[in-house]
């Protein structure tokens, strides 16, 4: 493995010196917008940048020009619950929670269990606790803590995730206040691990489908748990293969001949020896691609016979002559309930996506400001990699996405909170909730994948090193796409709810909402067919580069484009699907199905406005004047970055002028340069400290070596024994026989 | 870990019955142009599809459709050396040299290395050998072979990489036939492992400032080969930091006082029995994102004393006096010639990444027809993933990206091998090889870990087992996008040789010239200020869109659109850095920074170009007519892909009207359902064979145990006794009170 050379830039820009000057950049910068002087901010970085604050020189930002707050920032991000954050990174950096190297999944299995007890004796998880339980029903808390886990060892965090934010909370959510005394205190002390068997090889994402049967015996007043084919097996359970000793069992409730759908049991399945009990299998998952400190494995039931008492009760019972009775009259909504219960799952993973997102960045902007490579104009001083405008066009979007991802999430979390602690609990409040952890977890999850993989790269081999922490990232991640619902069945189920709300309200509307409603058409199909122009954006921009910048910086610009994509993409979606309402079920889905694609583009489209809105709404909030200042640079960069990556549906639209549309590109690149000072105070304001920074390139490593080699290099300048370059002594030797020609 | 449910199909489509239909899909898919049944496909594939041409039931093709030869196709695919690849092919099928899970790096380290003892005596790597050292000079067929490896275990690839494809071939390349003759047969027979020791810490892509030094000694006739301080160790060196018992060391040759620049020396580092040599120092690089079974590390030199006659001296040489002389007048030509002869490491990474591509789709293409989940129309029967018009969103146009990829490969090879071999030799010839070259190894490698991704995800939480290969696959391929050549470094090289053909051209073209170019200038700005029309476009399609869609399929179409945006892209920064050349070096370097994205989205579009132009050249050498047909869909959604993905640009500068633009993203669905019924074909025509596909998801398992779910419920429905779902029973109820009340 090695790098090899290329064709450099002094020896392309030789060919052809008219029109190719030297292609690399300089130290100094000269854009416009840009500072004069940006090289001391990698030049003089402190040794360290892994602290909360930085304390060395900083970056140069213009004369008067805003400087963000690094500490009132980070507050904001930490949100409502900082105090908890504050706590939870403190443990998250403690060296024994951290991830091991080069072990084997034995091994990295064993750790995990053993620092899953160092969180039992931090009591780390009391905050989810009921009143009756002795806790503080802080659910936002809990799930805050939690969250923060993710830079110790996503192995960790997931596995605390299954103990108890699964199988703890599957008791606490769908069990009686018996059951919680019964099994919650030996589940929270990890006396009893258990796994939260649901998914089964057969059916991930369509839980409904679930085959396992839990048939009532009237006779011994039991329920026979039993697995009825292979694909049946439960799958993928983390504490499945060898801790757990119980597990949360999820299987079609059959009582009096009659199956009255998926319901949750709690079911014994190891002994005090870890054996396994009578007519339980347990296989081993093996190694996967990541989260390998967790030993997820499947479990089947050959007719397992557990006491009535065991089924979690609280949306369906039965009566000991086998009656079954539910508080809720609908299956299907009883069904609904009771998953429902389980969104913190999806609000958790927004969150541990987004600050390893913090992470990552924090890795590869670090290192982008010490590392240098390449240079033209000075011979004697390489460029700092954050320096040129590919690798800021690489990070500094991402960076844009991470903050607003983050002040989403705190959104989510707080509407989380509101209706787990029953302050807010309302039927449309968790069906928002949902709504809003199913936009958002697809979107963070995705983000945080590809933006780990660009910090890796963008560190070249030193990013594929695993003590730099970015490799691991990744593959720990990976499986954050698609589990907890996968990313695309979520985005599908964001659409549907899209749909139906759009169709409520036209079904809803008196005779002047139709007459507003066609002329909303009128205008979309207006603007569609006005060959090229928005004219009003036109007329205003006419020959005025800067102002038509300043207009699409507007805040009002923004949202309305992203609001109207957002709407009209509903839209086209359910007008295309009527023709639908009129064919057999067998066509109707074969004719939904052709719009699958579009419907998902129109759950993005929802999601990067509520992305986009929350970030401005965390920027008004904020008190320091200067703070709004940057991060609304910040924020458009997000919101043009998004209205670009879509442009070609802008223009077809109608909806952007050709002369924004090409405007766009270069705006975008004015507002790199402009965020270009603030990069390492913007890392900065994610908190991100020593001991979740275990990455040598972004402790100093990197600035040490540039250090040593910059003064061997001055030494040799001021040495005269210093060899001479062939290349200098043949252009001195053509310089001469030049001058004796003349 | 698992995944929760959600709110289902039937759910959300009960809410607003009149609108939205339920929205899935069902068995039977009646689109346009697609087939009337495709279920059988999934339902009736044979347990293994793992052969190289299927021989059970095989897709529905249209009536009169067209059916893909898949051993012609295949053997088109596998090209000139088809013959080598065979036998590499049924190699990379012996298990004992196929990667192992949950191995310690130390263990993997060490099976690696013995299985490059068994590629020894395999005479593996023999065609590499020119005449004079006893070989067939067949450097085509052997880079063909090697790349097969990456489907054994990738790390096996590079590590035979390191030693044959650099460490040797350095040799072979940049040494005389007394030194081959020295060197070279002990490296073949891996009697002494090879390091290839040109990247530094602190220099990767930027070979040209190494800072290694080697300082003739004339007293003693020897090479002092010195490490003058941390960032120039190099590093991240395959075989370094155990096995390598000799380097190939890049250093600054420097004698008589004048530095001459990056030369390559032969430097033994170990002893017999494996101890470092004095003055030489080894790090390990440790644990990494992949490639685990090479033993990357670093190496540095104090003071290490080599015999004069150890400098490989091809291209520059020394003489007992110390006087340099060279072949080569230009220091910066001499230098480009060296690196040149090492563009076999990324010719053979694009094969590589093609092939890793070609073996993820196999695996999630051959799930993707076994796998079902969620129903609507037909209570009875999942539908398989792959008929779920998302799903071919996600994997068909990856499909097409790799065949593009496999017949520009071919081309790639048949270039190297023409320059390699002396037979077409020629500076140009060199040139071109190398642009080609580094347009296409960050397309392959950039699309390679983009499609194992893909597929990872698509096949949810069964790709995130190790077992089922992707997971490994993407971590082993990582690197691939930022070694040999980082893949942002040579997308620039690719840009600076677009930049100075173009340039040239205008230099040279005579007064008729400069006609032709101002007419082409205002042709392409009329072009974009003629709002929203190509009027011929919107002329010949109007109101007829079957006639849009023919012609936006037609070859001519797809040429003129990727060729005029590789040239006006090209001629777009040309004219941009113009100013450049009056500036002062410090601020020309800016500006042309300022452009740094756009170079860098010029050589891209070029390398779709050349990608379009070798899969359009592959189709037309193809004897059966029905193979055509298909592989021209397959071209067509490669082409009409990449144009949608940049199609605001297509829209600004009025290269596509604004009807065809809205038409192109249902052209392509369409595409997409065409080729459904291919798909099996069109992956078993890679050639994918048993034993490199291991992963159990697409060797039958999951066909296995869809058959025996699918009797399951095929019996229940017979059987008298099975319980009746609630939800049927209220149903029933609510009719029968209809009926009551009427």
């Known amino acids: 493995m090695t790098a090899t050379a290329d064709r450099s830039e002094r020896e392309v820009a030789g060919d052809t010196p008219a029109l190719i000057p030297t292609p690399t950049g300089a130290d100094t910068i000269t854009t416009e917008g840009a500072p004069e002087q940006t090289d001391t901010q990698g030049t003089d970085a402190p040794g360290t940048t892994a602290s909360a604050t930085p304390t060395g020189p900083i970056p140069v930002v213009p004369e008067g020009g805003a400087r963000l707050d690094v500490a009132a920032v980070s507050q904001a991000l930490k949100g409502r619950w900082a105090e908890s954050r504050d706590v939870a990174r403190e443990r998250a950096a403690r060296p024994e929670l951290h991830k091991p190297y080069d072990v084997s999944v034995a091994e990295h299995r064993a750790r995990v269990l053993e620092q899953m007890h160092l969180l039992v004796a931090d009591d780390a998880s009391h905050k989810m606790l009921p009143e009756h339980l002795g806790g503080p029903n802080d659910n936002g808390g809990n799930v805050a803590a939690f969250e923060e886990l993710v830079v110790a060892d996503p192995s960790l965090q997931i596995k605390a995730g299954v103990q108890w934010g699964l199988f703890t909370a599957a008791i606490i959510q769908l069990g009686n206040e018996e059951q919680h005394r019964t099994w919650v205190p030996d589940a929270m002390s990890l006396q009893i691990p258990g796994a939260f068997a649901m998914t089964e090889i057969g059916h991930g994402s369509d839980v409904q489908s679930l085959a396992t049967t839990a048939t009532y015996d009237e006779g011994t007043q039991e329920w026979v748990i039993h697995t009825p084919f292979r694909a049946a097996w ?42 396994l009990l009578p007519g339980i299998s347990s296989e081993d998952d093996g190694p996967k691609g990541g989260l390998n400190g967790i030993d997820n494995g499947r479990l089947a039931f050959d007719q397992v016979r557990i006491p009535r008492t065991n089924l979690l009760n609280r949306y369906g019972d ?55 490579q390449f240079t033209a104009a000075d011979p004697t001083r390489e460029m700092v990699l954050l320096d040129y405008q590919s690798h800021l066009q690489r990070l500094m979007p991402k960076l844009a996405a991470t903050y607003a991802g983050a002040f989403a999430h705190e959104q989510l979390l707080q509407a989380f909170d509101d209706v787990f602690s029953g302050r807010g609990d309302t039927p449309e409040a968790r069906e928002d909730l949902e709504t809003m952890a199913a936009a958002l977890k697809p979107t963070s999850t995705r983000l945080a994948l590809d933006t780990v993989q660009e910090c890796r790269e963008a560190c070249g081999g030193a990013g594929f090193m695993a003590e730099n922490q970015l490799v691991g990232l990744h593959q720990d991640l990976d499986v954050y796409a698609t589990f907890e619902g996968d990313n695309t069945v979520l985005l599908q189920l964001v659409a549907k709810r899209l749909l139906s709300d759009y169709t409520s309200e036209l079904k809803n509307i008196d005779r002047a909402g139709i007459g507003r409603f066609i002329a909303q058409r009128a205008e979309v199909l207006a603007k569609r067919h006005t060959p090229w122009t928005r004219l009003a954006q036109d007329l205003s921009d006419r020959g005025n580069s800067k102002r038509a910048f300043d207009t699409m910086r507007s805040a009002g610009f923004q949202e309305e484009m992203l609001a109207d994509r957002a709407r009209v993409k509903v839209e086209e979606v359910a007008l295309s699907m009527r023709p639908a309402a009129r064919m057999s079920p067998t066509d109707a889905a074969a004719h939904v199905n052709k719009h699958q ?38 924020r458009d960069l997000f919101g043009l970055d998004r209205i670009n990556a879509d442009l070609a549906w802008f223009l077809l639209n109608g909806q952007i002028s050709a002369q924004r549309g090409r405007q766009i590109t270069s705006d975008l690149r004015r507002l790199l340069w402009r965020l270009r000072p603030h990069a390492l105070d913007l890392v900065a304001a994610f908190d991100v400290r020593p001991g979740h920074v275990r990455a040598p390139i972004a402790l100093g490593g990197e600035q040490e070596r540039q250090d040593e080699a910059a003064a061997y290099h001055r030494a040799q300048r001021a040495s005269s024994d210093t060899p001479v370059s062939e290349k200098v002594l043949r252009d001195r030797a053509q310089k001469d026989k030049r001058a004796q020609k003349k």
Chains 1, 2 share one sequence.
Not at 238 to 267: E, M, P, S
Not at 342 to 352: F, T
Request: hydrophobic letters at 45%.
């Open 318 to 372: 039965v009566a000991e002559d086998g009656t079954y009775t539910s508080p809720i009259e609908s299956p299907g909504r009883r069904f609904f309930t009771m998953l429902g219960t389980l969104v913190q799952g999806r609000v958790s993973l927004d969150g541990a996506a987004n600050r390893a997102s913090q992470l990552a960045l924090h890795i590869a902007i670090t290192y982008a400001t010490q590392r240098r």
């Open 597 to 634: 694609v579009e419907m998902l583009d129109a759950a993005r489209a929802h999601a990067e406005l509520v992305l986009w809105r929350a970030f401005t709404a965390g920027i008004e909030a904020l008190e320091d004047e200067d703070s709004r200042t940057v991060l609304t640079d910040v």
């Open 234 to 275: 439960k799958d993928y359970l983390g504490n499945a293969a060898l801790h757990a000793r119980a597990a949360t069992v999820f299987a079609r409730l059959i009582t009096q001949g009659v199956d009255h759908g998926v319901h949750c049991f709690y079911v014994p399945v190891r002994d005090e020896e870890g054996k």
